[in-house]
């Protein structure tokens, strides 16, 4: 399944998660989702984005790796079923606006919280929830700048 498909299921699950654990859980899958997608564009995405697209694989996987949640079954992953990219510009876009989503929702769940660590949790996902986002905002300044370079070549010949 191509990333926007699966960002766009991420989104309205995260939604629809209504208890803190079920909050916590899809973030978890919204992470593992974000990971997946930097992996896949640090070895198949244009060049400049590599480094970027590493740092958004930890990022993400520092989301994962700070919230309890009860193992998920391969079938029930979301980011094992990614298979393609497509349009690298518009998953990003999409992922943008899923880790957004993630961070209110994350904020959400610690306010709701009713353990302390749980609390606590929520505030470390949190941080790497914003700061994959700035990733990815780096990722499509990045594109812009390659598209606007490709656009201005025609003239200067």
């Known amino acids: 399944m191509d990333a926007v498909r699966l960002i766009v299921k991420s989104r309205r699950a995260l939604a629809g998660s209504g208890d803190v654990p079920g909050v916590i859980r899809e973030v978890w899958q919204a992470q593992a989702l974000a990971q997946a997608i930097g992996s896949r564009l640090a070895v198949f995405g244009p060049p400049e984005l ?22 998920i079954g391969t079938a029930d992953l979301r980011a094992a079923r990614l298979t393609e990219l497509g349009d690298a510009r518009q998953a990003l876009l999409c992922l943008a606006g899923l880790l957004g989503e993630v961070g209110i929702a994350l904020v959400g769940a610690g306010c709701a919280a009713g353990a302390e660590a749980t609390y606590w949790q929520c505030m470390e996902a949190t941080d790497a929830a914003d700061e ?16 606007a370079v490709t656009e201005a070549m025609p003239e200067a010949g």
């Open 50 to 71: 590599r480094g970027e697209a590493l740092r958004l694989t930890e990022l993400a996987g520092r989301g994962c790796g700070v919230l309890d949640v009860p193992p």
């Open 132 to 147: 994959a986002r700035d990733r990815v905002m780096d990722m499509l300044r990045k594109l812009a700048d390659r598209e």
